[in-house]
């Protein structure tokens, strides 16, 4: 086995704050418990340098992307604006294998730039389906026209690549895909934070939904939550997270059930989701995984979700699966005064431990 591992990162994967930089920054603390040196590359845009990286990397890099990527009509931005000669010069240095992160990182495989390496590609989603469904969502213009030829340029981009070198998928539903494109793929769980099943004991007495409030998606499963499901129904709900927009803000000050937690802090966060009866995690994106539920499965007590967020997961048994507004009110008034018993608690676990073991995924 090599000792030594280059890695390309798209963002700076500290702190590890929000979805996409979660399975970077956990696999480097669990290659360095395993002795394997990094040699971490990573892209930037709004992300300073962060010291907490060089703990666990043999040496960290730091790339600008190029805003000139945008006048391409033939490659994706995510991908050309990646696209530094200053990271070429750096990976022939030396032969080491090399895990791109993203197919946001593969502009010098898909240019042949490096040829005779061994190359692995660990795709955070299918990227051409997220941006079709950020353009579906999106209402500014220029902003759904960009999502819309970016979708279009992914999935013939997305179609060559994938053939080129094995592909590390963070979802069966992922793996699947790429098959279709005749990929060698794999699924291999994304590496995360908890590793024990936490649940605190008794009930609580409201609803939570997390995540990015400045993002499309989530903002549409807030108001999908508080004018279908909530709008009759007596139970708090909080919604907590970053950057939250002032139409979501109103929203919610209009349900006097509804409470909004403005950019918590991280032990703050922690603390709604476990004290949280029911987490909430409606989706409209069906690619990727979903990061919060397993936050909430490992922390939280119930947990709802549509099977959109969950499958392909291997977590689609543990959640209570509401698939429209109707079924998530009934589960909500079915979970809101049960406590989480001694089985769920041991089926979660058993489930969790096996899936997502963070050990034996690196290994």
């Known amino acids: 086995m090599?000792?030594?591992?280059?890695?390309?990162?798209?963002?700076?994967?500290?702190?590890?704050?929000?979805?996409?930089?979660?399975?970077?920054?956990?696999?480097?603390?669990q290659l360095k418990a395993v002795g394997i040196q990094v040699y971490l590359h990573c892209f930037t845009q709004n992300r300073a340098p962060q010291k907490e990286l060089e703990k666990y990397c043999k040496e960290v890099h730091y790339y600008r992307r190029d805003k000139t990527a945008l006048l391409s009509n033939t490659l994706p931005y995510i991908v050309k604006s990646r696209s530094s000669k200053k990271l070429l010069q750096e990976l022939g240095k030396n032969n080491y294998p090399?895990?791109?992160?993203?197919?946001?990182?593969?502009?010098?495989?898909?240019?042949?730039?490096?040829?005779?390496?061994?190359?692995?590609?660990?795709?955070?989603?299918?990227?051409?389906t997220?941006?079709?469904?950020l353009s579906a969502l999106e209402i500014n213009p220029f902003k759904k026209y960009f999502f819309k030829r970016e979708s279009r340029l992914l999935k013939s981009y997305e179609k060559e690549v994938s053939t080129m070198i094995p592909i590390l998928?963070?979802?069966?539903?992922?793996?699947?895909?790429?098959?279709?494109?005749?990929?060698?793929?794999?699924?291999?769980?994304?590496?995360?934070?908890?590793?024990?099943?936490?649940?605190?004991?008794?009930?609580?007495?409201?609803?939570?939904?997390?995540?990015?409030?400045?993002?499309?998606?989530?903002?549409?499963a807030v108001e999908w939550l508080l004018t279908k499901v909530f709008n009759d129904l007596e139970f708090p709900i909080f919604f907590?997270?970053?950057n939250p927009n002032p139409k979501t803000a109103k929203l919610i000050s209009k349900n006097k059930n509804a409470a909004l937690i403005a950019n918590p802090t991280e032990s703050k966060m922690q603390e709604l989701i476990k004290?949280?009866?029911?987490?909430?995690?409606?989706?409209?994106?069906?690619?990727?995984?979903k990061l919060k539920?397993?936050?909430?499965?490992?922390?939280?007590?119930?947990?709802i979700a549509n099977l959109q967020a969950v499958r392909g997961s291997g977590i689609e048994a543990l959640v209570s699966v509401a698939d429209d507004a109707e079924n998530m009110k009934k589960a909500i008034l079915e979970l809101m005064a049960l406590p989480v018993t001694e089985e769920q608690k041991?089926?979660?676990?058993?489930?969790?431990?096996?899936?997502y073991n963070n050990k034996k995924n690196t290994e």
Request: charged share 15%.
């Open 275 to 289: 004290n949280a009866q029911i987490n909430l995690a409606p989706s409209f994106n069906h690619t990727g995984i």
């Open 2 to 29: 090599d000792k030594n591992l280059h890695i390309l990162c798209p963002d700076v994967p500290w702190p590890a704050d929000y979805g996409g930089v979660i399975d970077p920054f956990y696999l480097l603390v």
């Open 169 to 220: 998928a963070l979802s069966q539903t992922d793996k699947q895909f790429f098959e279709e494109q005749n990929a060698r793929s794999y699924f291999i769980p994304v590496i995360i934070p908890w590793q024990e099943v936490s649940i605190l004991p008794g009930t609580g007495n409201y609803c939570l939904y997390h995540g990015n409030l400045s993002v499309n998606e989530n903002q549409k």
């Open 130 to 133: 997220y941006y079709q469904q």
């Open 98 to 128: 090399i895990l791109m992160q993203g197919i946001h990182t593969t502009y010098f495989l898909y240019k042949k730039l490096l040829p005779n390496r061994k190359i692995l590609l660990r795709p955070f989603n299918v990227e051409s």
């Open 293 to 303: 539920i397993l936050n909430a499965l490992f922390n939280g007590r119930h947990c």
């Open 240 to 242: 907590a997270g970053k």
């Open 346 to 355: 041991g089926r979660r676990s058993a489930v969790l431990n096996d899936v």
